[in-house]
């Protein structure tokens, strides 16, 4: 019951963090490009929805902050015995990802919101990219840590514990760079699908729409280009998956028997486990995903439990089949919605044509309810990620109910767990409220959003006139 309570436990917390992480890479990076339209073309407009979604980002970051400093301490009190075991491992991202990484962004994010009208417009437009690249670079150093658990590489097993034996194979380490690719990537769409969709809404309501098409043919084509990155990246990571964790990929498809010319199921309504009421299937696209061959051999639930319990001894090692199923198809499922919003958006917003978008109100209001899609798709793609990895904490080291603290109770696990999840949904209200009325405020009166002044030796201006 304890290992139960602490897993539930840590994937609320780290499930409910997991929705302003990538929120916070996207819109740090699409602020950075409209506040470099608004240096680079003395544009009014582009300065305006730089401070805007400006502000969006930094309420983001400040939760983001507050609900992932409590991931740290779960690893002693709910996991001492996994942090025993992989503390020589872990203790260099890390600590890179908060000595480096973090202290990177959290400084310069302080001098992009009070260096406004202190620092030149050159300078103060660099913290905000330099903030974009320390949340990038931070996301890298966990992504390495988690990587490690998915496909553990330069270690040795001392006294029961993984100790480092070499730090650059955990950086070269294969799961982590298309692990990096595809979360990083999907940062970035969760942040165009957010500028889109509160454009559309401003549209939607007749509100500065000269400015707001601007953030939606931007954030439309961004979009665009990044959703078959996505896609590519995601595809890439699945095929890894297929050598490196093959019951995590057969619980995906819930394959039981090994097949060659393997069908893809895209839709099944019934049992998983055995003949569903009705299937809709791809011929062979399982097997193209597997290894690129049309009639490749998929191996099946039964034949890769087989193999495990010969390699690691008696035991299931059979994951949640429903959940990584559902979770997998809803995470790709989502990934080509978006694909098609951005793609309809970038039609309807061309130049020669750029009114029809305000036009089409039904696009418009899709466009809002996909605000919704990129969090689902993060959230349904962490815990496929996660969950079919199981029973392994690190994959073919220490599973999972090996991994927990033995001195803690199931009481004292199921009390703090209530109290989080209190703790989490008031802040979830907060945030909702803070994010929700920010959007609906506006751009501001436009002498708000000056275009910033060129410096010294460009055009004549002074020193005194580099502010906002």
Known sequence: MTVLLSRWQFGITITYHFLFVPLTIGLALLVAVMQTLAYRKRDGDWERLSRFFGMLFLINLAMGIVTGIVQEFQFGMNWSDYSVFVGNIFGAPLA?????????????????????????????????WTVS???????????????????????????????????????????????FAHTVLASFLTGAMLVLGVSAWHLLKGRDTQAFRRSARLSAAFGFIISILVIFSGDSQARLFESQQPMKMAAAEALYHTTTGASFSLLTIGNLSGIPIFQIRVPHLESLIADLSWNGKVDGIYNIQHAEVLRY???????????????????????????????????????????????????????????????????????????????????????????????????????????????????????????TRTARHG?????????PQQEQGQGGETSHDLVY
């Open 96 to 128: 890179m990802e908060g000595l480096f990484a973090f202290f990177l962004e959290s400084t310069f994010v302080g001098l992009w919101m009070f260096g406004r009208g202190r620092l030149s417009p050159r300078v103060h437009l660099a913290t905000i």
């Open 443 to 451: 751009l501001g009166p436009r002498d708000e959003g000056r275009p």
């Open 313 to 435: 001894g008696p035991g299931s090692y059979i994951p949640v089949i429903w959940v990584t199923y559902w979770g997998f198809r809803i995470m790709v499922g989502l990934g080509f919605l978006m694909l098609a919003a951005t793609a309809w958006t970038c039609w309807l917003s061309r130049r020669r044509a750029q009114d029809r978008l305000q036009r089409s109100r039904w696009t418009l209001r899709v466009l809002v309810a996909c605000i919704a899609a990129p969090f689902l798709a993060n959230t349904a793609g962490w815990i496929f990620t996660e969950m079919g990895r199981q029973p392994w904490i690190v994959y073919g080291l220490l599973r999972t109910d090996q991994a927990f603290s033995p001195n803690v109770s199931a009481t004292d696990v199921a009390i703090t767990l209530g109290l989080f999840v209190l703790l989490y949904t008031v802040l979830g209200i907060i945030d909702g409220l803070l994010m």
């Open 133 to 179: 690249v320390g949340s990038i670079v931070s996301a890298f150093f966990i992504l390495a840590a988690n990587s490690w658990m998915q496909h553990p590489v330069g270690y040795r097993i001392v006294d029961h514990k993984a100790e480092l034996t070499d730090f650059w194979a955990v950086l070269r380490n294969s799961t982590l760079w298309w692990a």
